[in-house]
C-alpha cells in the first residue's frame, strides 16, 4: 500500500493564482488525469484533482477491483427461496477460506439473506467514514413484491446475477486494505445467526467515524461541541477564518463528472446490447419462415427446397449467436459500467464524509475562537474570578476538541486521498479489462456470422436452376 499525502488546507480568503486552471469550470473532456501535476506546497494548492494513477507494471497500489485477496477468498452460492408469499425471500450460502489469524477456522460457511449484506453495507459506510465501500446491487423491492404477489419465480438469469453481486461486493470488500480486516466483516462471515443478529443489536448505538466519541473526549466536550454548532452563527468572532480544502472540491466536481458521462455510456450501451437482442429475436422469426417456405417447395423443388431450409437453418443459428452476443455483452459491459456508476455513489458519500468531517472541525475551531474572544473580552473588563475560570475552562475544553476534530478530520482526509487513489489505479485496470472483453466479443460474434454466411453461399450457389422443377399439376 501506497501512503498518499494530506490534502492541503487554505483560509477562505486565500484563491488559487489566476494563471491557474479552473477545475471546477472545466468540462470532463478537458480533465488531464493521465499524469499527476507538480505537487502542491502549502502556498501553492494543486489546480485540480490528481488521480495517482500508475502503470500497473511499476505501482505498488493493487490494481484491479476483482482481484482476489491472498489472505481472504469468499464465495457467494446456492441461492434459494424461503417461505411462501410475501413472507418470502432468498438466502444465499457465503463460503470463506481464509489465512487470517483473528479467524476461528480456515474454512466455513453461513447462510446470509440480502438484509444481511445490506447491514454489512451500512456498517463499513458507517464506522470507516471515507472509505470507498463497494456497491450493493440495487434491492428490485419492485419486481422482488410482484414475484411475492403473483407467486411467479425470479428468473434463473436474474437470481445468477444477484448471487454474482453479492458476491463482487464480499470480494471486493475482502480486498480492500482497511475492510478486510473489520469486526463486522468477519462477524458477517463466521456468525451463528444468533450472534450476528446480537451484533446488530450491539452496534446500533455506532456513530460516524468521523465524529468524536466518548473514548475520545469527556462528555463535557460533547456537550460544548453541540454548543458550539448552534452557536457557531451568531458568535464567531471577525478574526476567525474557516479552512477550505481544494481537492476536496476537486474530487467533488470530478466523480460528478464522469458519473454523468459513465451514465450516458451505459444508456447507450444497454440500447446497443438490446438492438442484438431484438435483431435475435427477428433473425429467429426470419429463418423460421424460411424453413416453412422450404417445406411448400419440397415437393415442387426439392433443390430449391434444400436451399432455402440450408438459409433458414443457418439464419436461425446466426440469430442464437446474436442473442449469445447480447447475454455476453450485457454481462461484460453494460452490468460492469452500471457497477461503476453505484461505485461512483460511493465515492461520492466517501467525499461527503470528508466534507462533514471538515464542517465539523470548521465549526469547532469558530467555537474555540469565540471562547478565546469572550475570555480576552472579560479578562479587559476585570470581570469576577468565578465568571473568568468558568470562561477558562470552556476555552480549555473547546481548545480540546479543537484538537480531536481536527485530528478526526485530518485522518479522513488522509483515507479519501489514499481511496479515490486506489479507486483511480483500479479504474484504469478494470476498464481495460471491460473494453477488451467488450471488443473480443464484438470480434468473434462478427467472425461467427461471416463463417455462417460464407458458408450458406456453395449451398445456395449449387442449386441447378435447370433441373427444373415437378409440375403441380403431376
Keep these: 500500500k501506497q501512503a498518499m499525502p494530506t490534502s492541503v488546507v487554505q483560509p477562505a480568503k486565500q484563491t488559487p493564482s489566476t494563471s491557474e486552471p479552473d477545475f471546477g469550470g472545466q468540462s470532463f473532456q478537458d480533465l488531464d488525469i493521465s499524469s499527476p501535476p507538480p505537487a502542491a506546497t502549502a502556498s501553492q494548492p494543486a489546480p485540480r484533482f490528481d488521480s495517482k494513477a500508475k502503470d500497473a507494471a511499476s505501482s505498488h497500489v493493487a490494481v484491479g477491483s476483482s482481484s482476489a485477496s491472498p489472505d481472504l477468498l469468499v464465495n457467494v452460492s446456492n441461492p434459494s427461496k424461503q417461505g411462501e408469499g410475501l413472507n418470502s425471500y432468498f438466502t444465499y450460502e457465503v463460503v470463506t477460506k481464509t489465512s487470517l489469524a483473528q479467524y476461528r477456522m480456515n474454512r466455513?460457511?453461513?447462510?446470509?439473506?440480502?438484509?444481511?449484506?445490506?447491514?454489512?453495507?451500512?456498517?463499513?459506510?458507517?464506522?470507516?467514514?471515507?472509505?470507498?465501500?463497494?456497491?450493493?446491487p440495487e434491492k428490485h423491492s419492485a419486481q422482488v413484491s410482484t414475484m411475492r404477489v403473483s407467486g411467479v419465480g425470479c428468473s434463473a438469469e436474474w437470481l445468477e446475477g444477484r448471487r454474482s453481486q453479492l458476491q463482487r461486493f464480499l470480494q471486493r470488500v475482502a480486498c480492500h486494505p482497511q475492510l478486510h480486516t473489520a469486526p463486522d466483516l468477519q462477524t458477517f462471515l463466521e456468525a451463528s445467526d444468533e450472534t450476528l443478529e446480537a451484533w446488530k443489536e450491539s452496534s446500533k448505538g455506532a456513530k460516524p467515524a468521523y465524529m468524536p466519541t466518548l473514548g475520545d473526549v469527556k462528555q463535557g466536550l460533547l456537550s460544548s461541541y453541540t454548543r458550539s454548532l448552534s452557536l457557531i452563527s451568531s458568535e464567531t468572532p471577525p478574526?476567525?477564518?474557516?479552512?477550505?480544502?481544494?481537492?476536496?472540491?476537486?474530487?467533488?466536481?470530478?466523480?460528478?463528472?464522469?458519473?454523468?458521462?459513465?451514465?450516458?455510456?451505459?444508456?447507450?450501451?444497454?440500447?446497443f446490447i438490446e438492438r442484438h437482442r431484438a435483431l435475435a429475436s427477428s433473425m429467429s422469426g426470419f429463418g423460421l419462415s424460411l424453413t416453412k417456405l422450404a417445406t411448400c417447395e419440397v415437393e415442387i423443388n426439392p433443390a430449391l427446397s434444400r436451399g432455402v431450409s440450408t438459409m433458414g437453418l443457418s439464419i436461425d443459428r446466426m440469430s442464437a449467436l446474436y442473442e449469445e452476443q447480447a447475454v455476453k455483452g450485457s454481462a461484460v459491459f453494460e452490468e460492469p459500467i452500471k457497477e461503476y456508476v453505484r461505485l461512483l455513489y460511493?465515492?461520492?458519500?466517501?467525499?461527503?464524509?470528508?466534507?462533514?468531517?471538515?464542517?465539523?472541525?470548521?465549526?469547532?475551531?469558530?467555537?474555540?475562537?469565540?471562547?478565546?474572544?469572550?475570555?480576552?473580552?472579560?479578562?479587559?473588563?476585570?470581570?469576577?474570578?468565578?465568571?473568568?475560570?468558568?470562561?477558562?475552562?470552556?476555552?480549555?475544553?473547546?481548545?480540546?476538541?479543537?484538537?480531536?476534530?481536527?485530528?478526526?478530520?485530518?485522518?479522513?482526509?488522509?483515507?479519501?486521498?489514499?481511496?479515490?487513489?486506489?479507486?483511480?489505479?483500479?479504474?484504469?485496470?478494470?476498464?481495460?479489462?471491460?473494453?477488451?472483453?467488450?471488443?473480443?466479443?464484438?470480434?468473434?460474434?462478427?467472425?461467427?456470422?461471416?463463417?455462417?454466411?460464407?458458408?450458406?453461399?456453395?449451398?445456395?450457389?449449387?442449386?441447378?436452376?435447370?433441373?427444373?422443377?415437378?409440375?403441380?399439376?403431376?
Design 108 to 136: 466455513f460457511s453461513v447462510i446470509r439473506r440480502f438484509r444481511d449484506f445490506d447491514w454489512l453495507h451500512s456498517q463499513l459506510q458507517l464506522k470507516y467514514a471515507g472509505s470507498i465501500v463497494p456497491p450493493l
Design 239 to 271: 478574526s476567525h477564518t474557516a479552512v477550505t480544502d481544494v481537492a476536496c472540491q476537486q474530487m467533488s466536481n470530478y466523480t460528478a463528472a464522469l458519473e454523468t458521462e459513465l451514465s450516458n455510456v451505459h444508456k447507450h450501451s444497454k440500447r
Design 346 to 474: 460511493q465515492c461520492k458519500v466517501a467525499i461527503g464524509a470528508r466534507e462533514a468531517a471538515l464542517k465539523a472541525y470548521n465549526a469547532a475551531s469558530a467555537s474555540l475562537a469565540s471562547k478565546k474572544d469572550r475570555l480576552e473580552k472579560a479578562r479587559g473588563l476585570s470581570s469576577k474570578e468565578d465568571k473568568l475560570a468558568l470562561l477558562t475552562r470552556e476555552a480549555k475544553e473547546a481548545e480540546e476538541l479543537n484538537s480531536v476534530a481536527k485530528r478526526e478530520y485530518e485522518q479522513v482526509a488522509a483515507r479519501v486521498d489514499s481511496e479515490m487513489a486506489r479507486f483511480q489505479c483500479e479504474k484504469l485496470a478494470d476498464f481495460k479489462e471491460i473494453v477488451i472483453n467488450f471488443v473480443t466479443l464484438q470480434l468473434e460474434t462478427s467472425e461467427a456470422i461471416q463463417s455462417a454466411w460464407r458458408g450458406l453461399l456453395p449451398d445456395i450457389e449449387s442449386i441447378d436452376p435447370h433441373s427444373g422443377a415437378v409440375s403441380s399439376s403431376e
